[in-house]
């Protein structure tokens, strides 16, 4: 698919051409039932055209998102990947888990930023820390007072969140095939765990597993937690 007829490099230019070292971030698996949710973060210190083809992760194919990966990585500056676990989202909720996962993006990267281009209506790297939770304790959010702009469907207007969505979505689809070979009667391999008929009825039929988010609107099921 052809990439976007619009500049994807709107928002990192002003930015960069101030000096500032750009970083997008966007998050992949939100809404999934089981499995991680991962967080991508892509640097950008130029403005190098993005690789051909880049768009909104959603409106590319699988294939697409695959051949991206390789030049992608050696546009950016810089790029990380954070997740968190179904335990972690469990245990925290859904909002710190975000923090949490966007927060490990961040501290894997080699180049320090200083401003943050954020997919959304609110800062990722933000989140109330005084939540109940039981057994793990959530690490600081270091990055909270970085400077940062959020961009409403921010993935299909700036090259940096774009690049962002696709990598962590590659990463975390190819981990969701793999735990497909441990777990094949829900359909992984092909739904990454979202809620598709398939994979509500494998529920219903099965129960659930250990990589089930386990505080969702899961369906009953028939049978006890595997």
Not at 77 to 93: K, P, R
Not at 134 to 159: K, N
Request: proline share 6%; net charge neutral.
């Amino acid at each position: 698919m052809a990439s976007l007829s619009v500049d994807l490099l709107a928002h990192e230019r002003p930015l960069i051409e101030l000096g500032e070292v750009v970083v997008g971030i966007d998050e992949v698996g939100r809404g999934a039932l089981a499995g991680p949710l991962t967080v991508g973060a892509v640097v950008l210190v130029g403005t190098d055209r993005p690789p051909a083809g880049l768009n909104d992760s959603k409106l590319l194919s699988a294939t697409s998102r695959r051949a991206l990966e390789g030049p992608l990585t050696a546009w950016a500056a810089d790029w990380s990947l954070g997740s968190v676990t179904a335990y972690e989202i469990d245990d925290w909720g859904l909002r710190l888990a975000l923090a949490v996962a966007a927060t490990r993006a961040l501290k894997g990267l080699r180049v320090v930023p200083s401003h943050a281009l954020i997919d959304g209506s609110f800062n990722l790297l933000r989140a109330p820390t005084d939540v109940g939770f039981d057994t793990v304790t959530p690490p600081p959010l270091e990055f909270a007072r970085l400077d940062c702009t959020t961009i409403i469907r921010g993935d299909r207007a700036s090259a940096v969140i774009a690049a962002a969505a696709v990598l962590a979505k590659v990463h975390r689809d190819r981990w969701m095939q793999d735990r497909h070979e441990e777990y094949p009667r829900y359909g992984w391999s092909a739904n990454k765990s979202y809620g598709t008929p398939q994979h509500l009825e494998a529920i219903r039929d099965f129960g659930t597993t250990s990589l089930h988010r386990r505080t969702w609107r899961l369906p009953p099921s028939r049978v006890s937690r595997t």
